[in-house]
């Protein structure tokens, strides 16, 4: 009997043995791993220096603080939790019992480690690339970034003026762009996608091969409203499922138009950054993709053969409805312009798509209408009591800019000797890129077009480098507490 008792006592002690050793091999790594995450900001601080003025990285200085700020803050919020893992580690050496407080305390530092580097990772990749990419790819990013802010910033001031904007909202950084093999642009957004939430700056990763055609960057103005739609905390969506009956939106198509809503709405909100332009560069970007069917698929995305048309449709009120937020008469001139194109591109998009069975997408075609009242000119939850179409600019003072460097400069082979904002650069490169071709321009004419377009970007953009804004560090220190107090999820696991 008293041998059996040793056996089970030594099989026992052997047991607590192998779990302390598991504790400690545990605790190893979590201490290199702890050493190494504790260099992250000083790595940034790297790319801090080439943001000094005149630096590779000077526009971004303002992103590069945020990002640094956000890790440092995020080193404070690790040790506080490496406090609890160190202690509840002595407790469970000498109570076995609180082995599972041990073991949650330290996979959430192991988590919070691994979010950490993610976060890292991303902008590493992203910044690195302005370090070291070729001249050519790198001038088209810099170029692109002036767009990207150019348009987000106006529509922040405007929201700034209205005064729905808060803090959260005024301290979030415009865009980054970078180049990836992707087909199209693409936003990851800071609360989605990228499996890292509540990070300081938006990507967007654009195709290699558009590095040649300065207007399509037309496409950033879509991916901007992405980044919009997140910081205002719109949900267009739910805008649909909630106000559908007020606008008169059939409930037997409402669970389409949900899903589409956020499309349809940054369509939108290009068209109000660009101006018609946009359209017509959205139609190019469309041309020989599948015109699909409304009631197949679960993209988030119109159908293409209903997606021009949408955005015909919120063209042709571009000016007629712009006046009446502010109290002022509408230009006529413009108005009519702006029609006309609209009428001119749906038949193109008609003519294209002669084969096309449109009773299937006739309902939709019916609330087009509705659908833009409710996105465009109805309160939304963020911006209340003001519309979304208060937020865009597009003047007729802006149309006629666009078109005079289109013509008088850029399709002349010249860059513009007229001041004029990116997001309207990229507007007028497009209406001179379609000037040339009607011509018959060969490819060295619209090579002189695309750096002509770069040119003029580069000289009246914004200059200088981009500071954080007073508070913005109390805001850094919300995201990074935001961030890692999170849950992880399980994709982060795989």
């Known amino acids: 009997m008293y041998s059996d008792l ?47 003025e005149g630096g590779l990285l000077a526009q971004h200085q303002s992103q590069i603080d945020a990002l640094q700020g956000f890790l440092t803050r ?28 041990f073991r949650e305390k330290a996979t959430f530092v192991e988590f919070l480690v691994r979010r950490v580097y993610a976060a890292w990772r991303f902008y590493k990749e992203r910044f690195d690339q302005r370090l070291g990419v070729d001249e050519f790819h790198k001038r088209f ?9 150019s348009a987000y910033r106006v529509c922040i001031d405007q929201a700034e003026v209205l005064g729905t904007i808060t803090d959260r909202q005024r301290f979030k950084q415009p865009p980054l762009l970078h180049f990836q093999d992707s087909a199209s642009p693409v936003i ?4 989605r996608r990228a499996l890292i939430p509540n990070v300081p700056v938006h990507i967007i990763d654009m195709p290699y091969y558009e590095a040649s055609t300065a207007w399509s960057l037309l496409a950033i103005h879509h991916e901007v409203a992405h980044g919009l ?31 589409w809503a956020e499309e349809i709405l940054a369509d939108c909100m290009a068209v109000l950054l660009a101006g018609p332009p946009f359209v017509r560069e959205l139609m190019d970007v469309l041309f020989g993709v599948d015109p ?121 082979g010249e860059t513009s000797g007229e001041a004029i904002k990116p997001r309207l650069t990229i507007s007028a490169a497009r209406i001179a890129f379609d000037q040339l071709q009607a011509r018959g321009a060969g490819p060295d004419q619209l090579e002189t077009l695309h750096e002509h377009t770069l040119e003029t970007v580069e000289t009246y953009a914004e200059k200088g480098t981009r500071a954080l804004m007073p508070g913005e560090e109390d805001f850094l220190q919300d995201l990074a507490e935001a961030f890692a107090s999170q849950p992880p999820a399980l994709t982060e696991w795989e």
């Open 292 to 412: 699909g069917h409304p009631e197949r698929g679960d993209a988030p995305h119109p159908p293409p053969f209903l997606r021009i048309p949408m955005a015909c449709t919120f063209l042709r009120t571009l000016e007629a409805d712009r006046p009446r937020l502010a109290g002022r008469l509408a230009d006529d001139q413009a108005d009519r312009i702006y029609g006309d194109l609209a009428e001119r591109y749906t038949e193109m998009w008609q003519a294209l798509h002669v084969q096309v069975d449109v009773a299937p997408f006739q309902p939709y075609l019916a609330e087009m209408d509705q659908m833009l009242t409710l996105l465009m000119d109805t309160p939304l939850m963020g911006i209340q009591p003001h519309t979304l179409r208060q937020l865009g600019s597009f003047t007729p003072g802006d149309w006629r800019l666009v078109r005079r460097v289109a013509e008088d400069y850029l399709a002349e």
């Open 188 to 191: 990851y957004a800071r609360s």
């Open 229 to 259: 739609v997140q910081d205002l905390g719109l949900d267009a969506g739910t805008a649909v499922l909630l106000q559908g009956d007020e606008v008169g939106l059939a409930s037997a198509r409402r669970a389409r138009w949900r899903l």
């Open 74 to 101: 995020l080193q404070r919020i690790l040790k506080e939790r490496w406090e609890d893992v160190l202690a509840a580690y002595q407790i469970s050496l000498e109570t076995p019992e609180n082995l599972t407080t």
């Open 141 to 149: 990013l810099d170029v692109a970034d002036e767009v990207a802010w």
């Open 6 to 52: 040793e056996a089970l006592s030594n099989e026992l002690l052997t047991e607590m043995e192998m779990l302390a050793g598991l504790q400690r091999s545990k605790m190893q790594n979590l201490e290199q791993w702890m050493v190494a995450v504790g260099e992250l900001p000083a790595q940034v601080a790297a790319w801090r220096q080439q943001a000094d």
